[in-house]
């Protein structure tokens, strides 16, 4: 059974998440994970921490390492990277907590900035080897036949819903382009660059990351996971992800890993410098080459790899950070992209979230320096972000991680459907072109909903 067809038949479960590495690669989306029916739900709301709804005293991401260190897997070795844990996400927004960042806009509602799900059965894909297997713990129990028995009953029922069709998905239903606005006109966000560039000018950031929000009210019955399917077949991408908790659904078709941490292994990869694919291949190549050398989009990318060097190097080994790759091409099915590699050894007397703490959010959806360039974008922006740049992933019941940064990525509320589009700014930057750029970047998420921007250029 291929993950799409697993995940189409689970899709209606409590709690369903689907880490989809929809374009397959050997090395960045070799692994798929499905799970559904949490035993679990971490959540943080306005910085407070909540253990299935029980509010808990302290760090958020220190509550979190409590509740993670209750569960650990005896596995000599591992026949996955993820074999049980927590997956959800890590909005953007939660970084008001990590640094002090003035003026910080606030929500007028209960914004959730983390959730995370404890699951102990899982569907996991090798799409390398086309294999598949069902995998359980038996946690919540810790005793160990207690547990041994629980996960024998979680496979037999995981193996049940599979077997099942569990009924047709509801027909949905289309958004059509005039219904979506946006909160920049493109006077206003070619006014906002300018404003970016001269705070450029003065020395204050060498760059910083604006987005606009593209906002559309939802028709009843709308189903996010058929938006999602659609989504997946126009744009796949090797960090894919979609995620459905109580109230909020979320589908993600990132290209680009954030952080992920094996045994000691640290890896970012960070994305800067896109350009549009075209279908004549003689013009995308030529695309490609511009892009390859151009001087703007090459600063900004070293700009951003001198940033997250020097994130991994609180919680690396001194020395152990290098450039493994620097400005490669990437090419994804709207657009290139400039990717770079960086690489470190996790110090002995730390852990992942520690980690996670150090280097959260990315500096590549920031500026630099960072936490100057958030304060722009607050000013700028003037709105929480929510899940867009943030970041969407597992952690392992181990303490090992890989997230995505939440780009591309679309989140559905009750009412609503949001999602957000950026490009780093520089003093280089051409206005005009860097909006034309956010547009390229969702014109994929618009085709998912039958609107492609393309079709009224």
Not at 64 to 81: A, G, N
Not at 149 to 157: H, K, P, V, W, Y
Not at 273 to 289: E, F, P, V, Y
Not at 346 to 361: A, N, S, T
Request: glycine residues 6%; hydrophobic residues 40%.
């Amino acid at each position: 059974m291929n993950p799409l067809t697993a995940a189409d038949r689970l899709s209606s479960l409590k709690g369903f998440v689907f880490l989809d590495s929809a374009l397959s690669q050997a090395e960045l989306g070799r692994y798929s994970y499905i799970a559904v029916d949490p035993f679990a739900l971490f959540t943080v709301i306005k910085g407070t921490a909540y253990w299935n709804g029980k509010a808990l005293e302290g760090d958020p991401l220190h509550a979190l390492k409590t509740q993670l260190s209750t569960y650990k897997l005896d596995v000599q070795e591992k026949k996955f990277p993820f074999q049980g844990g927590c997956i959800g996400y890590i909005g953007y927004d939660y970084a008001q907590y990590l640094e002090k960042i003035k003026d910080y806009p606030q929500s007028s509602e209960n914004l959730v900035e983390i959730t995370f799900g404890f699951y102990d059965a899982i569907v996991a894909f090798d799409n390398l080897t086309q294999e598949s297997y069902l995998l359980a713990s038996g946690f919540p129990e810790t005793e160990p036949e207690k547990r041994a028995e629980r996960a024998t009953q979680r496979l037999d029922q995981l193996t049940k819903w599979l077997n099942e069709k569990l009924g047709a998905p509801r027909e949905e239903a289309s958004i059509t382009l005039s219904n979506w606005h946006s909160n920049f006109t493109q006077t206003r966000y070619i006014a906002a660059i300018e404003q970016v560039k001269e705070y450029i000018r003065q020395g204050d950031i060498y760059q910083a990351n604006i987005a606009q929000k593209f906002t559309a009210k939802l028709p009843d019955n709308f189903n996010p996971w058929r938006l999602y399917t659609k989504l997946r077949t126009i744009n796949p991408a090797p960090f894919a992800a979609f995620l459905s908790f109580t109230d909020l659904a979320i589908a993600s078709a990132s290209p680009e890993r954030f952080i992920r941490l094996q045994g000691t292994q640290v890896e970012v990869r960070p994305i800067k410098g896109t350009a549009a694919r075209a279908n004549d291949s003689q013009t995308d190549k030529a695309l490609a080459d511009i892009l390859l050398h151009s001087e703007k989009d090459r600063a900004e990318n070293i700009m951003i790899v001198d940033l997250l060097r020097n994130d991994l190097s609180r919680s690396c080994i001194a020395d152990s950070v290098e450039v493994t790759a620097l400005c490669q091409l990437e090419s994804y099915t709207g657009v290139h992209h400039l990717v770079s590699v960086v690489t470190g050894i996790l110090k002995p007397e730390l852990d992942g979230l520690d980690l996670l703490k150090g280097c959260f959010p990315g500096g590549s959806i920031t500026g630099a320096p960072k936490i100057r360039a958030m304060e722009i974008i607050a000013e700028t922006e003037k709105a929480c972000r929510g899940v867009y740049c943030g970041a969407i992933g597992y952690i392992d019941f181990d303490g090992d991680f890989d997230f995505n940064i939440a780009i591309r990525t679309i989140t559905f509320s009750e009412k609503e459907a949001v999602f957000q589009a950026g490009g780093g700014i520089t003093l280089l930057s051409d206005p005009e072109a860097e909006y034309s750029e956010t547009l390229t970047k969702v014109d994929k998420i618009f085709e998912s909903f039958g609107n492609p921007l393309t079709a009224g250029r």
